[in-house]
């Protein structure tokens, strides 16, 4: 086995797997104001950046060959219902707007997260309701408002929808809903295997979307169900999503290459912010080697099947795979 590694040159040959910074998504987190750049505490690196300041990690993104951006919202105000999600001057629809006007965008992706957990007051999912058992989120009345944050996501710009709230038939609506306001072009990226992660928790600050209240865990899903995530991509395949986000990634590889066995469409993970922080803790200490540490983590979720990434090393490790 050895006389294949005797060299790079070699070992470049029989590579089985590929990292290029086309693979990579960028998330960037907006928020409202001008020359913001709000360093998030829990994610050394990543920022809060008001809508001048995205445009121009977009410019960089796009110089550096990254795939796309991912963005998400911090909007100035929230409500009961999330209204800000799907408001035409939303604070992702005004930075779409600007984006799309920037010669970066010929080059990116522009993809919308499609949820409103940033936009509710009580920081769920969708619209919340009192039950038998104290509190429910409602399934299919919150089904219509992501439909609607969908259109309006695509209108403004964005060139694929991405919806995260695990409610159920929400591909379907949302595919409904862009097909009657004119954007049967767009495709939906939808978090098909979406687990209810203590990984998230680093984002949860970033995107200023915590629950006040209990959990997620009655919408996202179970960590120990492989067969069950392989029944939420087949159903969110069948209402009609065009690609398929797992997410986390590195504590769900086997997920990845599940998915990646049993359906032919473009499959992308989330590299999620707990992912990011405890790598970055580990290089803050000086425990790992930061640039190797990086891409290694980076090349196991494409072995894993993906064929895209979202990371918040996108910039970064594009930089080292130039
Ligand atoms: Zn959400």
New binding site residues.
């Given amino acids: 086995m050895r006389r294949l590694r005797r060299s790079e040159s070699l070992r470049s040959l029989v590579r089985e797997t590929t990292l290029e910074p086309g693979d990579l998504i960028y998330p960037l987190f907006l928020c409202p104001g001008e020359g913001v750049r709000r360093p998030i505490g829990s994610m050394p690196g990543v920022f809060n950046l008001s809508i001048d300041e995205a445009a121009l990690e977009a410019e960089e993104a796009a110089t550096l060959g990254i795939g796309g951006l991912l963005l998400f919202g911090l909007p100035a105000t929230k409500d009961e219902e999330g209204t800000g999600a799907w408001d035409e001057n939303g604070i992702v629809q005004q930075g779409l707007r600007a984006i799309k006007e920037s010669a970066a965008a010929k080059k990116l992706v522009l993809i919308a997260d499609v949820?409103?957990?940033e936009y509710t007051s009580h920081g769920h999912?969708g619209i919340v309701a009192e039950a038998r058992d104290g509190w429910t989120v409602e399934n299919d009345p919150t089904l219509e408002l992501l439909a609607r944050t969908g259109s309006s996501l695509a209108r403004a710009g964005a060139d694929v929808v991405a919806p995260?709230?695990m409610m159920d038939g929400r591909v379907a609506a949302i595919r409904r809903a862009l097909d009657n306001d004119g954007c049967a072009d767009t495709p939906i990226l939808s978090y098909a295997s979406k687990f209810a992660s203590a990984f998230y928790g680093p984002f949860r600050e970033a995107a200023d979307?915590a629950p006040h209240f209990g959990d997620r865990k009655t919408y996202q899903m179970d960590g120990a169900n492989l067969r069950e995530a392989m029944r939420e991509i087949d159903l969110d395949l069948e209402e009609g999503a065009d690609m398929i986000l797992m997410k986390p990634a590195m504590p769900y590889l086997d997920v990845i290459r599940a998915a990646r066995e049993r359906v032919d469409v473009p499959i992308g993970a989330y590299q999620v912010s707990g992912e990011y922080s405890m790598l970055q803790a580990a290089f803050e200490k000086g425990w790992l080697d930061r640039d190797r540490a990086m891409l290694e983590s980076l090349l196991g979720i494409r072995r894993a099947g993906a064929d895209f990434i979202v990371t918040y090393f996108a910039k970064d490790a594009a930089k080292l795979l130039r």
């Fill in positions: 949820c409103l957990c999912c995260s709230d979307s």
